[in-house]
T-cell receptor, first 119, second 114 residues
């Protein structure tokens, strides 16, 4: 079975600073996807960034980037130039590659990290 | 375009009551997932539909939980004889079932069982 661990329940950062959220996972699968989701207070969960395990290059989406270390089973999220709107709960998630179109593959989530950005 | 919607957004039930939670997925999305998110925890998988077929219900915690999607669009999660441990946010997600299958989430229904 796969597990996802987020060891930082809460983090805080000032506007314009950089913050890194940690995530480790355990799996015996070789092919899989990793995700970071953002869940703002009382709002729905949205995808921030994703990484395919077979790609060595770390994914980047504007101010968000990941540090994917497959051997160490680590997948951290770096947020640069933090903004007040980044305040949210962040979830790391794992999806195994089912060899097909992934239509029925569920996400496995960590417990989340609450990020607070202050001015 | 319209995203995934869920209703009601909040539901308070007395222990022992039955509840029904509704999910309207994005139009045309063939895949639909239900997740349960306890307070301070990450979402946990409950069940999965491909069109009207329930292909995986391995995450349903007990036989009090039942889900259906009769016409392959709207889905309902029903909980019979609710108990306090059922209190959680119930999230619905849909995906097109193509490519790598990004799941789009609804705002959730917060269920409180007294």
């Amino acid at each position: 079975a796969q597990t996802v661990t987020q060891s930082q329940p809460e983090m805080s950062v000032q506007e314009a600073e950089t913050v890194t959220l940690s995530c480790t996972y355990d799996t015996s699968e070789n092919n899989y996807y990793l995700f970071w989701y953002k869940q703002p207070p009382s709002r729905q969960m949205i995808l921030v960034i994703r990484q395919e395990a077979y790609k060595q290059q770390n994914a980047t989406e504007n101010r968000f980037s990941v540090n994917f270390q497959k051997a160490a089973k680590s997948f951290s999220l770096k947020i640069s130039d933090s903004q007040l709107g980044d305040t949210a709960m962040y979830f790391c998630a794992f999806m195994k590659h089912d060899g097909g179109d992934q239509a029925g593959t569920a996400l496995i989530f960590g417990k989340g990290t609450t990020l607070s950005v202050s001015s | 375009g319209a995203g995934v919607s869920q209703s009601p957004r909040y539901k308070v039930a007395k222990r022992g009551q039955d509840v029904a939670l509704r999910c309207d997925p994005i139009s045309g999305h063939v895949s639909l997932f239900w997740y349960q998110q306890a307070l301070g925890q990450g979402p946990e998988f409950l069940t999965y539909f491909q069109n009207e077929a329930q292909l995986d219900k391995s995450g349903l915690p007990s036989d009090r939980f039942f889900a259906e999607r009769p016409e392959g669009s709207v889905s309902t999660l029903k909980i019979q004889r609710t108990q306090q441990e059922d209190s959680a946010v119930y999230l619905c997600a849909s995906s097109s079932g193509t490519s790598w299958n990004e799941q789009f989430f609804g705002p959730g229904t917060r269920l409180t069982v007294l």
